[in-house]
């Protein structure tokens, strides 16, 4: 059997060691039961020695309690250090009403005893006794160490108390001599295990109270295990191993407390007599295991061939089929209560689960492909749509430089660049604003709109794509004004992306609608064409980032298929949805917004005051990018601002100490030090400290925006500039100085 286990040559001896393998959890389990009934043993010796720990040090303190009472009494007796034979008459009176005490009596300045309850044959002087020292230093009670009495010849503690006069100064010192048999009065009385231990020292180690054998030990040092132990926390358990080889468990407890004493009780019990019970019975539990090991071992050897082996043999068969790929096997056992029913619906599960990932792992697999198609077919698409208007702005660009051309042909010129330029720009912010609608970074500046508002806007944007393809537009808008709560930009970017969606994949000549209906609580917003329609498969991803018709020549404006994802969510941005809808290719399609909503009047709000435009400004001009800058220049010029150029953060520090700048077009990305670092500069300068700062930058995140804010900057605009937009801000400027 031995060399069937070491083998594992059949399985039978596989089953031996399952069964072994099986009694194992409970091996730990009754082993780490039989580790924590020990442990559970230590801690409730440890809660039963440190209250008898408490109550000896309770008891012992009580002691000490009462001889300093005793002594307060004494030293408020005005006579005391009258007559010294009635001095000792009244302590040795005060001794026999209180035999603990081996002797009373008291100290003058310079060590002298002049008074004692037991007479003495020589004079006595205890100068050189700490105690005596303590409390003449201390001016109160002090209870001082082991003491071997020169006049009573007995092991004792003094406790001492000083006699003050009326300023409150020391002017001698009675005292009390503890008779330490006394002392172990309680000691004698508690009953503790063979083998424990209890003792007490002084603040010096010194044994003043032990059990057992106390007199043998009186005055003795501790064993610098004990004094360190005793040094330490009182509460905490410790186990220490005696000068006579005993372990044993001890806990400590200081005698009295707020500066009774500075002895401390310690009560050690031996090791082995607490986990006794504990290792009795892990023996019993041990005893027990080996015998259910041995009859399981048993069972397996002779009954396991019928009842276990066999479908056993059937479950490794199966097992193996499915290890070959076959995951569909199954091990046909029917399932009952018992483990190897157990273990075959674990393996069935296995193989259907198994099954199933894999299925996943499939459908997985084919949804990266189709990812990995649709990221190939964006860059692409984005290659070709940043060609398109490349083409026409690099031809007019040389056509511009070439300075043959008439004053029509760069009219016309610059006309296509600002398109293209604007094309562009379009599609950047489509995709900045689709990262940071996925980001939750898009806040919504909601109030109340007039639906009608809404549309009209962006009717106006997407009208010069309508008239391009020869469109015929229908507007129907309901009879009772309709509002929404909402962001009146975002909304007008909804309505005319879908609009500009329509208008790309209808022919020249079609017709689109949009029809405005109010229900019940809701605004529906519908647009449709007679365009090429959707198939049923781009019904279900249109929404989808990048998801587009296929393309041919007359879908030139597709886009990057990113205007419906970003339509969807900011319709959901607002409380609501959007559908799509087509009857099939060629067919038209249909796109339906709804909102929450429902009729009211648009809020008039008062107009703001008129910008005031007009003057002209020195302007300052900070770009590393030469070309970017140059165009700057040459558009300001053109509008009579003096205009200074500087392509350093350093330069521009020069310039505008030098020429005083009104308003400051600032690049972030310079070669020497960021944009916002030369804004925060600028702000320091006598010369631009209310000069008008303005980032013109391609970062376009709103943590650089805030960033840009913090630095100073008044106004932020994102390469490619608006140009309309800043050149209305800045005729509403005004002269920071007066000019010449």
């Known amino acids: 059997m031995a060399f069937l286990l070491f083998q594992l040559n059949s399985l ?6 399952l069964v072994a393998l099986a009694i194992a959890p409970i091996a730990v389990m009754t082993l780490v039961s039989g580790v924590r009934e020990r442990e559970h043993a230590v801690q409730v010796a440890e809660e039963n020695l440190q209250r008898l720990t408490n109550l000896a040090a309770a008891n012992e303190a009580q002691s000490i309690e009462g001889a300093r009472q005793i002594l307060r009494d ?9 007559d010294q034979a ?3 008459r009244l302590l040795a009176n005060i001794q026999r009403q209180n035999p603990d005490y081996a002797n009373l009596g008291l100290i003058q300045l310079n060590g002298d005893v002049t008074c004692s309850a037991v007479p003495a044959s020589a ?10 020292r303590r409390a003449v230093h201390l001016r109160r009670f002090v209870a001082g160490g082991y003491v071997f009495g020169r006049v009573i010849q007995k092991h004792t503690v003094n406790l001492t108390y000083p006699l003050l006069d009326e300023a409150q100064q020391v002017k001698a010192v009675v005292f009390a001599a503890l008779d330490l048999t006394k002392l172990d009065r309680f000691v004698a009385d508690i009953k503790l295990p063979p083998g424990s231990l209890l003792l007490t020292a002084d603040s010096e180690g010194k044994i003043i109270s032990r059990k057992p054998s106390p007199e043998q030990w009186f005055g003795k040092q501790v064993w610098p295990e004990m004094r360190a132990a005793m040094a330490g926390e009182p509460g905490k358990p410790v186990l220490l191993t005696g000068p006579d080889g005993i372990e044993r468990l001890h806990r400590f407890a200081r005698v009295g407390n707020n500066g009774l004493s500075d002895y401390t009780v310690t009560i050690g019990i031996p090791v082995d007599d607490i986990t006794a019970v504990a290792r009795r019975d892990q023996l019993m539990d041990m005893t027990a295991l080996a015998v259910t090991l041995l009859l399981a071992m048993l069972a397996a050897w002779f009954v396991g061939d019928v009842l276990v082996l066999r479908r056993v043999k059937r479950l490794a068969a199966t097992a193996n089929r499915i290890a070959s790929g076959t995951l569909g096997a199954r091990s046909g056992i029917s399932y009952g209560n018992e483990e190897i029913s157990e273990l075959a619906r674990a393996l069935d599960a296995m193989a259907e689960a198994l099954q199933e990932k894999e299925q996943q792992h499939l459908n997985a697999e084919r949804q990266l492909r189709l990812a990995d198609q649709r990221k190939d077919e964006f860059l692409a698409m984005l290659a070709h749509e940043l060609r398109n208007p490349l083409a026409p702005i690099s031809a007019g660009a040389q056509l511009l430089q070439s300075g043959h051309a008439t004053e029509a042909v760069v009219s016309r010129t610059a006309g296509i660049i600002v398109r293209q330029v604007t094309h562009m720009t379009r599609l950047v912010d489509d995709l900045l604003d689709v990262s940071r609608v996925t980001r939750g970074l898009v806040t919504l500046t909601r109030m109340p709109l007039n639906v009608a508002d809404v549309v009209a806007d962006a009717v106006e944007q997407a009208e010069p794509l309508f008239q391009t393809k020869q469109h015929r537009f229908e507007l129907t808008l309901p009879e009772v004004p309709q509002q929404v709560a909402g962001d009146h930009k975002r909304l007008v970017q909804v309505l005319v992306n879908v609009l500009n969606n329509a208008a790309k994949y209808t022919p020249v000549g079609g017709t689109i609608k949009l029809a405005v209906h109010g229900e019940e609580g809701l605004v529906r917003l519908v647009v449709s064409d007679s365009g090429i329609g959707m198939a049923p498969e781009l019904r279900g991803r249109v929404f989808e980032l990048f998801a587009q018709a296929d393309r041919n020549p007359d879908r030139s404006q597709g886009g ?3 205007g419906l994802a970003l339509v969807k969510s900011l319709v959901e941005l607002h409380g609501g949805t959007i559908a799509a809808d087509s009857a099939g290719e060629h067919q038209g399609s249909t796109f339906t917004i709804t909102l929450p909503g429902g009729p009211g009047q648009k809020p008039s ?3 703001g005051p008129a910008a005031t435009g007009g003057a002209k400004l020195r302007v300052l ?11 700057l220049q040459l558009l300001l010029d053109a509008s009579g601002h003096e205009v200074l150029v500087a392509h350093t953060a350093l330069e521009a520090l020069e310039i505008a100490q030098r020429s005083a700048p009104e308003l400051c077009l600032l690049d972030i990305g310079l070669p020497d030090i960021s944009g916002n670092e030369l804004a925060r ?3 320091a300068l006598p010369q631009t400290a209310h000069a008008t700062l303005v980032a013109v930058t391609g970062y376009g995140r709103r943590e650089d925006r805030d960033l840009a804010d913090a630095a100073g900057f008044d106004h932020y605009f994102v390469k490619p500039v608006d140009v309309e937009a800043l050149l209305a801000l800045i005729a509403g400027l005004q002269p920071a100085t007066p000019r010449t």
Request: with cysteine.
């Open 74 to 82: 004494l030293a408020s007796i005005p006579d005391l250090t009258g």
């Open 560 to 562: 990057l298929g990113l």
């Open 12 to 17: 039978r001896s596989r089953l031996i060691l």
């Open 605 to 607: 709000f008062p107009a």
């Open 621 to 631: 001009v900070v770009d590393d990018n030469v070309d970017a800058a140059q165009t």
């Open 681 to 683: 500069g600028l702000r």
């Open 86 to 88: 009635h001095c000792s």
């Open 123 to 132: 004079p006595v002087n205890l100068a050189d006794r700490s105690h005596f």
